[in-house]
């Protein structure tokens, strides 16, 4: 399950659907029903038809299925191709820019996973606790994984400073340990911010002023809006070379949509 924002007024692109949504459907055509009006003539043809039918039908049955072969259960296969009765699905990819945002693992990985995330959210700390370590593990030098800011600060009052924290870390090379430290955490808050700091070395004085001066305020909100007018309205949400996978969902998932783009099976 994600975390999800209250409804608000902002106008959105259709939202992108909860959990995987790999592939995505055709949506099935509907046909409204139309009432049909007979008159007594068009009865009368109707019956003739039917009479004809069961007529066929009769003979069907009295002279054996030699009347119409090709529906004996024991012919042998038509030489005409058969009818597909499905349609190939339909894949969406979306481009999701990834400079200027931290990331871990080769640059020219074969798989770029980008996760929108929310240090406060409930779900996005277990997607952290249970996935995240083991899915690196499972593709070594094949995952570029990269961080992009999505705090949902109607429901997580804490999620908006600890991205800025986070990324003030990032000033000093500390992102990722930061990172770790709050996913890790049960509290967050100025306090929390500080003993961070204090145990990955940085310097006091300018973490403290880059969280004081809201530095990297617009920044983050820049992600949001961007996540914002995507469709995304819940965390997390990852996108595995553009192909949009939403809520903590477990190892099998990513590791099944991961071996099918490394085998090629979607279309780019």
């Known amino acids: 399950m994600p975390c999800m924002p209250p409804r608000t007024t902002r106008t959105t692109k259709k939202p992108i659907e909860p959990e995987i949504v790999v592939p995505v459907p055709v949506e099935p055509v509907i046909l409204e029903q139309e009432t049909i009006t007979f008159k ?3 009865f009368f043809t109707a019956l003739s038809v039917l009479t004809f039918g069961l007529g066929v039908l009769a003979g069907y049955v009295i002279w054996g299925t030699n009347l119409f072969p090709g529906l004996r259960s024991d012919s042998q296969p038509s030489n005409q191709p058969a009818v597909a009765a499905t349609s190939e699905p339909q894949y969406t990819r979306y481009d999701i820019p990834t400079e200027g945002s931290y990331a871990l693992g080769p640059a020219d990985a074969p798989i770029t996973i980008v996760e929108f995330s929310d ?3 409930p779900f996005c700390k277990r997607w952290h606790d249970e996935v995240y370590d083991p899915l690196l593990a499972a593709y070594p030098g094949q995952i570029r994984f990269v961080y992009r800011n999505l705090p949902l600060t109607s429901i997580h009052p804490d999620a908006q400073s600890a991205a800025e924290a986070a990324m003030c ?3 000093q090379d500390k992102f990722w340990e930061f ?4 996913f890790s955490s049960t509290t967050l808050g100025s306090p929390t911010y500080l003993q961070y700091a ?3 070395k940085l310097d006091p004085v300018t973490f403290e002023n880059c969280l004081t001066a809201n530095k990297y305020q617009a920044q983050i909100q820049a992600d949001s809006n ?4 995507l469709g995304i309205n819940s965390t997390p949400t990852f996108f595995i070379n553009g192909l949009a996978v939403v809520g903590a969902q477990p190892l099998d998932v990513f590791k099944q949509v991961i ?3 490394l085998a090629g099976d979607f279309p780019n």
């Open 226 to 229: 961007f996540a914002i007018d």
């Open 169 to 171: 870390a990032g000033e």
């Open 179 to 182: 990172h770790e430290k709050l």
């Open 40 to 42: 007594r003539s068009h």
């Open 259 to 261: 071996d099918r783009e």
């Open 198 to 200: 204090q145990e990955l």
């Open 119 to 121: 240090f406060q959210c």
